[in-house]
């Protein structure tokens, strides 16, 4: 069956220090892949799309890589800050009605 | 810059009753989708609409209708509500089919008794 998983746990890290959040899939091939944040009690904010024929996309203190191969993308945040903080988003898409997402990451930067 | 609007945000039902959800947005943006948001299942799509008057199923469509009479309007009606429905909803919209980012709303928590 197809599966999206990202680390149910939360990730606690320092502030200063970067983030690095998971996303796993299994049984499909997408056309591209988000990365979405989304803070308590509020809709999901679209940070980064990356395309499947591309290995990295960068913004700002942002950095996603798409591994086809492994199945993997890994979602960076280099010198993380309080603000930070938040529930971040994988979603994997073909079109534009054809976007599945995971259940997300909770991200808690420490001061 | 209104953007994408739902209301309302927060709405307390019972069992049988028929509930709508407005959606409306400000940018013209053709394309317009409902997600409903558990947890343990993330963002899950309820329908979507390609453009005025055109609709079609997502994954989890029974129980909701939904129409789209003007582009900026996408109301979601669950017409006799079940417990299995109380869920957080968010409305999204995306400027075309070559433009994938979805623009969401701030969503709108109901809860069925």
């Known amino acids: 069956s197809q599966k999206i998983e990202q680390n149910s746990e939360a990730l606690n890290i320092q502030e200063g220090k970067t983030a690095t959040l998971t996303c796993n899939y299994t049984?499909?091939?997408?056309?591209?892949l988000q990365w979405y944040r989304q803070d308590p009690g509020r809709g999901p904010v679209f940070l980064l799309l990356?395309?499947?024929?591309?290995k990295e996309k960068r913004k700002e203190r942002l950095k996603v890589t798409f591994d086809t191969t492994l199945k993997q993308s890994l979602f960076h945040i280099t010198a993380s800050q309080p603000a930070d903080s938040a529930t971040y988003l994988c979603?994997?898409?073909?079109?534009?009605?054809?976007?599945?997402f995971g259940t997300g990451t909770k991200l808690q930067v420490i001061p | 810059d209104a953007g994408i609007t739902q209301s309302p945000r927060y709405k307390i039902t019972e069992t049988g009753r028929q509930v709508t959800l407005m959606c409306h947005q400000t940018?013209?943006?053709?394309?317009m989708f409902w997600y409903r948001q558990d947890l343990g299942h993330g963002l899950r799509l309820i329908y979507y609409?390609?453009?005025?008057?055109?609709?079609d199923k997502g994954e989890v469509p029974d129980g909701y209708v939904v129409s789209r009479s003007k582009t900026e309007n996408f109301p979601l009606t669950l017409e006799s509500a079940t417990r299995s429905q109380t869920s957080v909803y968010f409305c999204?919209?995306?400027?075309?089919?070559?433009?994938?980012?979805?623009?969401f709303g701030e969503g709108s928590r109901l809860t069925v008794l």
């Open positions: 999204a919209s995306s400027e075309s089919e070559r433009v994938w980012e979805l623009f």
């Open positions: 049984n499909y091939s997408p056309a591209y």
């Open positions: 990356i395309r499947e024929n591309e």
């Open positions: 979603a994997l898409g073909w079109g534009y009605q054809k976007v599945t």
């Open positions: 940018w013209s943006h053709s394309y």
């Open positions: 609409s390609a453009a005025a008057d055109i609709t």
